[in-house]
Each structure stands twice: as structure tokens, then as C-alpha cells.
């Protein structure tokens, strides 16, 4: 199978700075440990957006959401097309609320398909702009793809959630998923709201603790048991998911997470699923780093999947 990685360098969600240099850290990983990762694959590297943030923000509740508009519809078309040309698309963020364009991308690409989508992240992202305690949109991606909308203790004012609207429109109208179809893995900092949806829905969690219980290669079967009904799946990989004992250089690390080789195997797992479509890497951080650790052992973590999707 061939692979493109896209570059999806915005950071326009992310409350600290910095997350639009991922792509970049993650080449300067590669040159140091002598990594033939860019030599694999094919690169398209996306417009950005992020001039938006020298402008004042007029949307408190979803910062400089008018700035997702064009960079969301341009990364999930670039998604459909390789996708509808049988091309495994790795997206690299940027930060999370690049799964907006990414997982619209690939409702787009099988529309009449049942998506399910495994994200491995720290934190739930179910947040919209009632809700959000932050204002910032990487926390809300969840949320706007099932198009699940709590009130919240937050006035939204109507440029906010008109363009929300419009995000939810990218790529196919109506939701792109259903909450039986999210699985998380890893989760472990949400607020009270998330929460509340989580248990209303009965929405899959798999903590790092079952990952270590039970090992990697028992929780991606399961989770594949779980997404049966799915007929394409999307793995969306934010590396707060990791401990932060491997590294700080992203915007919202949290303990007791995920080890190196843990997050490997899963990865590998669910990347020799025929069943997944699209990966999303996002949230390295190099400005928050030192020595580009983050990038180095996420490096470390991509560089096996691309003889097991080269080999699918």
C-alpha cells in the first residue's frame, strides 16, 4: 500500500504556542538518528491558517475558530483523495483540532461506510463552545464530528456558533461519527461535562492502566471487537497520550501515562488492521521541549508502521 504524510502544521486550537512545528521537529528526529522515515513516503504539506492568531480574537469561547474554516476543508479533501485512491494518509499536527478536517476526510471518502475512530489521548475533547472551560477548539474536536451539543454555563456569541456550523459541515452533512463507535485509550484528565457524555452514551474507555493489565496486543483486539460493525477506522494518536516521563514537549502532558513501547504496539496493531484508513499524529510541542525528545520517541513509535502499511 502506499503513503502520504501530510503536513497539517496548524496550531490555531492549541492554548500554548508551538504545535505547528511537529513536522519539523520530527524531521530534525529524523536527520539526528539517521531515520529513513521521510524517505518512504510521499508529502503534501497544507496551507496554514495561523496568521489568524497575530489578529485579535473576537470568539472567547472557541479562540480564532474563523481561522479553521479554510485549513479544515482544504486537510479533509486532501484526505479524501488520497483515500479514494487507495493511499494510506498519516496526518502530522498541528494540534488536535486537525481531526476535524482529517476524520471529515475520511467520512468523505466512504460516506455510505460506518467510521469508527480510536483516540489515544489524555484528554476526552468534548467540549464545544458552551461548555469549554479553555475557549481552546483542540479540546472540542469529539464533539463537533457527532455533533453532540450540551449547554453549558457559556454564551457563545452567534459568529461562534455560526461558524461551528460550518465546521460541521466539512465534508459530508450530519455526523460523522456515533459515540458507539469512538473507543479511547489512554484518557485520564476531563472535566465533569465530558464526563457526562461519556456515561450518557456509554461511550468505550480504556484506561493505561488496561493496557498494562492486560497488554497491547489483548486491548487493540478488543477494541477492534468492539468496532466490529465499523467498516473503516480512524486512529487519532496525540502524544499527551504518552507519560511525561518520556518527554514535556506537549501543551497539556499528563501523568501516568502511556510508555514508548506500549504506544508502539498499539499503533502496530491497529495499523495491520485492513480496517484502518487514516492516522492522525498531533500535539508535538518542540517549543515546550528539550533536546526534541518528543519528536525523537515519537519517531521511534512511527518508524515500524510504515513496512506494516507498505505490506497491507
Not at 476526510?105 to 489524555?122: H, L, N, Q, S, Y
Not at 457563545?156 to 456515533?178: H, N
Not at 533536546?291 to 512511527?302: D, Y
Request: proline share 6%.
Amino acid at each position: 500500500m502506499e503513503l502520504r504524510l501530510i503536513e497539517a502544521a496548524s496550531e490555531i486550537g492549541a492554548g500554548k504556542r508551538g504545535a505547528s512545528m511537529g513536522m519539523a521537529a520530527l524531521r530534525v528526529a529524523a536527520w539526528k538518528l539517521g531515520s529513513e522515515l521521510f524517505g518512504h513516503a510521499e508529502e503534501s504539506i497544507l496551507r496554514d491558517e495561523n496568521d489568524v492568531l497575530y489578529e485579535d480574537d473576537i470568539s472567547p469561547n472557541a479562540h480564532h475558530i474563523d481561522g479553521l474554516i479554510r485549513f479544515e476543508s482544504d486537510l479533509a479533501y486532501e484526505v479524501y483523495k488520497y483515500l479514494r485512491n487507495n493511499v494510506f494518509p498519516i496526518v502530522v499536527g498541528g494540534d488536535h483540532s486537525i481531526a476535524i478536517g482529517s476524520v471529515s476526510g475520511t467520512k468523505m471518502a466512504f460516506p455510505e461506510k460506518r467510521i469508527g475512530v480510536v483516540w489515544i489521548d489524555a484528554h476526552a475533547d468534548l467540549h464545544t463552545p458552551w461548555t469549554t472551560p479553555s475557549g481552546n477548539v483542540h479540546g472540542m474536536p469529539l464533539a463537533l464530528l457527532m455533533q453532540i451539543e450540551k449547554r453549558g454555563k457559556n454564551r457563545p456569541q452567534v459568529f461562534t456558533m455560526d461558524t461551528w456550523d460550518r465546521l460541521r459541515k466539512i465534508g459530508v452533512s450530519g455526523p460523522k461519527m456515533v459515540p458507539s463507535d469512538l473507543v479511547f485509550i489512554a484518557l485520564r484528565d476531563y472535566e465533569p461535562e465530558e464526563r457526562a457524555i461519556i456515561e450518557e452514551f456509554g461511550i468505550r474507555v480504556i484506561t493505561v492502566a488496561d493496557v498494562r493489565t492486560k497488554g497491547p496486543a489483548a486491548i487493540v483486539k478488543e477494541t477492534l471487537a468492539h468496532l466490529t460493525a465499523c467498516d473503516k477506522i480512524h486512529v487519532s494518536f496525540d502524544v499527551d497520550s504518552l507519560d511525561p516521563t518520556i518527554s514535556v514537549g506537549t501543551g497539556t502532558p499528563v501523568p501516568d501515562g502511556l510508555f514508548s513501547d506500549e504506544a508502539s504496539a498499539l499503533l502496530q496493531g491497529f495499523c495491520a488492521d485492513p480496517k484502518t484508513a487514516t492516522l492522525d499524529v498531533v500535539e508535538i510541542n518542540p517549543s515546550l521541549d528539550t533536546n526534541n525528545a518528543m519528536a525523537e520517541a515519537t519517531l521511534k513509535i512511527l518508524e515500524p508502521l510504515f513496512p506494516i502499511l507498505r505490506n497491507r
